[in-house]
């Protein structure tokens, strides 16, 4: 369905994925912090950076992030 490319997502990484209700598929990688989803456009998903960790948000969209892609809650 979705290949990324451009991503290194290796086994040694500790990645946690979850969907939200939106249909939205994200990504925490807790190694670097960093936080991503892909959403589907109707003909293609579209990968976006959403920011660093639980509360950095780097994006303008008001889109918060499910609970269930945290292992654990600081």
Excluded at 32 to 44: A, C, K, L, Q, S
Excluded at 53 to 62: F, L, M, S, T
Aim: with cysteine; proline share 3%; charged share 30%.
């Amino acid at each position: 369905m979705y290949k990324d490319d451009s991503s290194k997502c290796v086994g040694w990484l500790n990645a946690y994925w979850a969907w939200d209700d939106s249909d939205r598929a994200w990504l925490y990688n807790s190694d670097n912090g960093r936080v991503y989803f892909w959403e589907f456009d109707g003909t293609n998903w579209i990968k976006t950076y959403w920011g660093y960790g639980k509360d950095h948000r780097e994006i303008q969209r008001e889109i918060e992030q499910p609970d269930a892609l945290y292992p654990y809650d600081d």
